[in-house]
């Protein structure tokens, strides 16, 4: 059963490049890795996926080393606005059509 | 495209009460799902379905009922509300791999 594990919180200031890296020990060879954002009150929202090395898109990037048992989240220059909930998914034993929600990281950019 | 839709936003109900939630999706997504999500806490799986005519359960199916009668639509039923069902209830849908795009939610409180 694919389970991730994550820091609960994290705190940054304004300006700061922010890593929160998730750890996926029995990642299956063909799973991607994904991760959502969810601010206060709203529904989860994709971020970013990727399978190896690095992805990268307008938001943010993705590393994930070659062992893939891990995947570090990466957040250039937070803002106030990037305060949230951070979530990194794996399919687990249904595949991805039983996809699971941990408790995320959560994110506190400070002033 | 409206994306995910889910009505109502807010709902009070008595303990024994039964209620639909409806959610409907304009991106022609053959999977959607049901979410719940508690104060403080990670999304849990309910139901899920993985095209018109078929659905499954999730993590936590018990007291909800579902069904899938065309593309677009995935209600949610709860059959007698109990206050244990107190909480915020996301619909989502699911395109490529495992991008999923969540509706703004349902608060739910049961008396």
């Known amino acids: 059963l694919a389970k991730t594990t994550q820091p609960i919180s994290m705190d940054s200031y304004e300006g700061q490049e922010v890593n929160i890296t998730c750890s996926h020990n029995n990642i299956a060879t063909n799973d991607y890795i994904t991760w959502y954002q969810q601010f206060p009150s709203q529904g989860p929202r994709f971020i970013i996926q990727?399978?190896?090395t690095k992805v990268t898109n307008e938001v943010a990037s993705l590393f994930i080393p070659a062992d893939r048992k891990s995947s570090t989240l990466s957040l250039p220059r937070v803002s106030l606005s990037d305060t949230a909930v951070y979530y990194c998914?794996?399919?687990?034993?249904?595949?991805?059509?039983?996809?699971?929600f941990g408790t995320g990281t959560k994110l506190q950019v400070i002033p | 495209n409206a994306g995910v839709t889910q009505t109502p936003k807010f709902q009070v109900l008595k303990t024994g009460q039964s209620m639909t939630l409806q959610c409907a999706q304009d991106m022609n997504h053959e999977y959607m799902s049901w979410y719940r999500q508690d104060p403080g806490m990670g999304l849990r799986l309910i139901h899920y379905?993985?095209?018109?005519?078929?659905?499954d359960q999730g993590e936590v199916p018990n007291g909800y009922n579902v069904s899938r009668s065309t593309t677009e639509d995935f209600p949610l039923r709860l059959l007698s509300a109990a206050p244990s069902q107190t909480s915020v209830y996301f619909c989502?849908?699911?395109?490529?791999?495992?991008?999923?795009?969540f509706g703004p939610g349902t608060r739910l409180l049961v008396l």
């Open positions: 998914l794996t399919p687990n034993s249904g595949g991805y059509q039983k996809v699971t």
């Open positions: 379905s993985v095209g018109a005519g078929i659905t």
């Open positions: 990727g399978y190896k």
């Open positions: 989502a849908s699911r395109g490529q791999q495992e991008t999923q795009y």
